[in-house]
């Protein structure tokens, strides 16, 4: 049999993309049973210096050179976002060209779309790049014959990076945001990584391989890291938790929850232990199975690596990973979740208020584990935190029970709620 040769058109040549070029570049010197022929590379500009060398020849600004060359067999998307990407990925499949994309954020919204014009062309559509960190699981969970219990990930790079910075420096977090953005580890616009959309986005192209469901992103109830103040990480210490921003799935028989906000996970495990840019994926089947894995959330050859495995399926004639269609979910509300919570409240030191506190808290069946208070206010300033650690209670009933508590006199600024998460492994 001959060599198979696949014939591609790249579009973006960022960071990932110069990655990409440089994994082909590799891969092909090994001279195996397939080879990559980058034919056109679509960009922005053309006369932009670039610190990877690649023939002009090859750089474009016209997609149509891509989209409607019928040598080029092959698509790879990498310039994020929803359009111009969209309508790129829906014509080359439509023109019967294979699509491999890391674009979570496309997926998340359009992925069930994508897949039926993918099958309805017999392309292969590959989107291990869209969840760096869980891609290397994904097969085994898209082929599993037992269905997810309960799944937890770290899927923002930045996020992460931020919380272990300011852990470790004892900074705020717009200071290390400040600097993370100044060495570009943050974008200028930072939103999407630390509000816990690009979470939200993983975990939804995530459960559609992994549980056949096509979550509606807009149902994902997502929360970020921006009132994170360094006082919680020691707080969280102090109490034998480190925070970091969760992507959290259980499933009870049909009945779903699918969240993204920070948590308290137990320092001894394993996701607590993440540093800087590092993700993790963990989770237990029906049967109890644990599993997890730990890897570089973001950068150049991680992304290109997740890419460069589905052009060599292509090249192998592998099969598309095609969402299993699993029976229908019910998403849970997220005021119907059951979780312990990390409180922290900013009141007047005066006698009386944590009985007020504790008060309005067993008036909503919210039973208090533990409590932290340092000393009295210096005199310049009266307030002082009042932390408190809950056993398990209705998220309703915390957030009721926060509204009154920060209606008080005595209640200087909002409270803060940090849900606690045990973790698996
Ligand atoms: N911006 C993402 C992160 C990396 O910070 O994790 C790309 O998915």
New binding site residues.
């Given amino acids: 049999m001959g060599k198979k040769v696949v014939r591609l058109g790249l579009f973006g040549l960022g960071t990932v993309g110069r990655g990409i070029v440089e994994l082909l570049q590799r891969k092909n010197k090994e001279k195996g049973d397939y080879e990559f022929v980058l034919e056109k590379i679509a960009v922005k500009h053309l006369d932009k210096e670039r610190p990877t060398s690649v023939a002009s020849r090859l750089l474009t600004t016209n997609h149509r050179e891509i989209l409607e060359n019928p040598e080029i067999d092959t698509v790879v998307e990498v310039i994020g976002g929803i359009s111009p990407a969209k309508e790129i990925i829906l014509e080359a499949l439509k023109k019967g060209k294979n699509v491999v994309t890391a674009n979570?954020a496309l997926l998340a919204r359009i992925g069930s779309q994508l897949f039926e014009e993918a099958i309805k062309n017999n392309c292969y559509l590959g989107v291990r790049a869209s969840n760096?960190a869980s891609y290397r699981l994904i097969e085994s969970l898209a082929f599993s014959p037992f269905q997810i219990e309960k799944l937890l990930g770290v899927?923002?790079?930045?996020?992460n990076y931020i919380l272990t910075q300011m852990e470790k420096k004892g900074q705020s977090f717009s200071s290390v945001l400040e600097k993370a953005q100044e060495i570009g580890y943050a974008?200028e616009d930072p939103s999407?990584?630390i509000d816990g959309y690009?979470t939200a986005h993983?975990l939804v192209a995530l459960l559609s391989l992994a549980m056949g469901y096509f979550l509606p992103l807009e149902s994902v109830f997502v929360e970020g890291i921006r009132r994170i103040s360094y006082q919680d990480i020691l707080f969280a210490r102090e109490l034998g938790y480190r925070i970091k921003l969760l992507a959290i799935v259980k499933r009870r028989d049909n009945n779903l929850e699918a969240r993204v906000h920070p948590a308290l996970l137990p320092i001894g495990k394993e996701m607590a232990q993440l540093e800087g840019?590092e993700?993790g994926l963990e989770l237990r089947d029906e049967v109890g199975v644990e599993v997890g894995i730990k890897a570089p959330?973001?950068g150049k050859y991680p992304?290109a690596t997740a890419i460069l495995e589905d052009l060599i399926c292509i090249a192998k004639g592998r099969k598309l990973i095609l969402p299993q269609q699993r029976k229908h979910l019910n998403l849970k509300k997220m005021g119907e979740i059951e979780s312990e919570y990390y409180l922290r409240f900013n009141v007047l030191d005066r006698v009386g208020v944590l009985a007020k506190i504790s008060g309005i808290l067993g008036n909503h069946n919210i039973s208090i584990a533990s409590v932290i208070q340092k000393g009295k206010a210096e005199k310049s300033l009266n307030s002082v935190p009042i932390i408190m650690l809950t056993y398990e209670a209705e998220e309703e009933a915390v957030q009721d029970a926060l509204k009154e508590i920060d209606a008080l006199s005595v209640a200087k600024g909002k409270s803060l709620l940090i849900r606690v998460e045990e973790g698996i492994l």
């Fill in positions: 979570k760096v899927f923002n790079a930045t996020s974008e999407n990584d690009d993983k840019i993700n959330g973001a992304t």
